[in-house]
């Protein structure tokens, strides 16, 4: 299972070079996607691997509850990009873009690059979400970076390119760090043989070398934080979200953000295995905060509203990791906020995919009144907009209102003022925005064409917002045992 | 065999200092390259019986870091029409002052370290003012061809805290690891010749209309 996991985005993407009608590239895309998908859903429905005794080998690509969990959030959001990227491509081969801020056209890179790296891309997240060896988690995340420069590159100009730049350089960099710690983790765990694997790491865990582990964690967390976009390392992210095609901003912001978080789940369980919970939460809950307020001021000058939705991303990641330090009902909140943000912000940043095609601007002062001009993708921007910033019902609310009360349970009233405070100014910042793009007053441009609204591009944003709200409402029971069980993976106490 | 990968060490030091003030460009990429060579050969001298697959990573790794990469930086060099020159935002006096201040930081760290007892001496300090020298070309240089040359010295370092360590990993992750520092400069290779295409120079300082407060637009 886990090999056809691995095997058939390779495949595909592979064959997606080859492939010379564009059509036919497309439905490849399509096709793979879903399939994907029926496979994750059948992983789900086999569950979890056996844990490793120790007595065999143990595997390098095998699900656990959490390493499941991301798979089936990932596999999800490729799922929905697929089905928009379908109608975005041919959208753009027909009307090639023209910059919106320079005015001149530009060039998109071929659609056979584009589809191939897409879909390499999707085995690397994958890879990501099954190794077992830390080692090779690290070659996965560094190898989602590489494939997924070219994306970024797709509008040939020169903000992409810059943006394009500024993310492969930082990343790597980064993530070479998180190779330090790696290297940091395996001298921990030198005396007792415990190698790089996770199932040997979590059963010698007591045995580790203290010192060495807690520098092992400061560097996985600095190098796989700065591929979350925990501020202070959250450069290149406004960057490469706010210049890349809908399609992948979504991806990055729903899929990607969740692997790297995954690497630092990974670290933390060890760290709690070997009875350094309190180092390792320490952190998490440090930049988690940082981030949230980092985003909270950003928001407020934001001029690009592809750029606010990237901020909205590194608010969340703070909140995930600040959840996970929490632990308890916190980690379960940022479980099941890891869901609903992916699922919410990957429709949003569809939905200023279709704001771009009808207003052919990312300033936000020159949007105004969309609903006159386009109804229904007004009223996913607006929905999009309640959800992502966590109003009743959805899972958003559920996640940001656990965390909440965990820090009042722990009796952190100051950080849970600070908390609430920064998410107030988020809210307002974002309202600022939202709010005059749907209802402002609109002034008209000359020769402007009326703007059909594709419905077929709408659908994977409404089927997603409809999710969230759901998350928010009631829980399946096999969903509340899943999350229960990767929580039990991520170093629940 | 130890005290010819001790002078090994030290060599790897002195071509971080190199580095540090060399102001021509291709002769920064054959330094960047010398060091991953030395570096690759070290396992070789650990001494006692050498396994095949020892042998044949190294060999994979002196290939690329000799041969491969610095061809092509060479090659991005000459078509991205970069010049001959290091443009540094900092003196070179600067420069190899910060070397050798990190160099002594290092050495006070890597005395304070708690590692398994490492059997070639200055080898941890050596790592961490690598990894340094590299932090220094990424930061400190403007062309962005010196900063894929400061990654690929970081990966060096790291390279060499690895065997510091002693940490075993199983070759299908060192191959894949090595697989992604190539794909790593290739890709950025790659960039490099856009960049150039597109703003008619590789200097990153010129990589700035993307930030929050202040749009060319407002500025008019």
Known sequence: MTNALLLLPLGAGLLAFLIRNDGTRRLLLLYTAAGHFLLALLALYEGPSPVCSGSQPAPWFAYDALGLYFLVITSLVFLGAAFFAVKYLASEKRDPGEDSEAGFIFNNAPEA???????????????????????????????????SAPLIYFHRHKRSLEATWKYLLICSVGIALALMGNLFLGAAGLKSGAGLELDTLLLNAPSLAKPLLKAAFLFIFVGYGTKMGLAPFHTWLPDAHSESPAVVSALLSGALLNCAFLGILRAHNICVAAGLADFSAGILVLFGLLSIITAALFMLGQRDYKRMLAYSSIEHMGILALGAGLGGGALFGALLGALSHSLAKAGLFFTSGLVLMAEKTKRIADVKGLWRRAPRTALLWLAGFFLITGTPP??????????????????????????????????????????????????????????????????PIAAFFVCVILAGLFLPGWLQRLINAAAGNAGAL | M????????????????????????????????????????????????????????AFAIIFLKGVVFPWLLLRARDRSGAGKEVETLISYPVSILLCIGAFIASSWLGSRLPLPTANVAWIVPASLATIFTGFLLITTRTKAITQVLGYLVIENGIYIFGLALFVEQPMMVELAILLDVFVAVFVMGIAIFHISREFDHIDTAELSELNDWRRPEDVK
């Open chain 2, 2 to 57: 130890h005290t010819f990968a001790e002078l090994i060490i030290v060599f790897v030091i002195l071509l971080d200092l190199a580095l540090a003030v060399t102001g021509s460009l291709a002769t920064c990429i054959r330094i960047a390259a010398l060091q991953g060579v030395v570096a690759g050969l070290l396992p070789l001298l650990a001494g006692g019986h050498i396994e095949t697959r020892t042998f044949l990573f």
């Open chain 1, 113 to 147: 690059v584009f589809t191939g790296c897409l879909l390499f891309f999707l085995a690397a997240m994958t890879a990501v979400t099954a190794s077992r060896h830390l080692g090779m988690l690290w070659a996965a995340v560094e190898a989602t970076t590489l494939l």
């Open chain 1, 394 to 459: 959805s899972g958003i609310f559920l996640a940001k209102f656990l965390v909440l009360r965990r820090l009042v349970e722990l009796g952190h009233y100051w950080l849970a003022v600070i908390y609430l405070f920064a998410l107030g100014v988020l809210f307002t910042g974002m309202a600022r925005v939202f709010i005059p793009m749907t209802f402002g007053e609109r002034e008209g441009k000359e020769g402007e064409k009326p703007f059909t609204e594709p419905a077929d591009m709408m659908l």
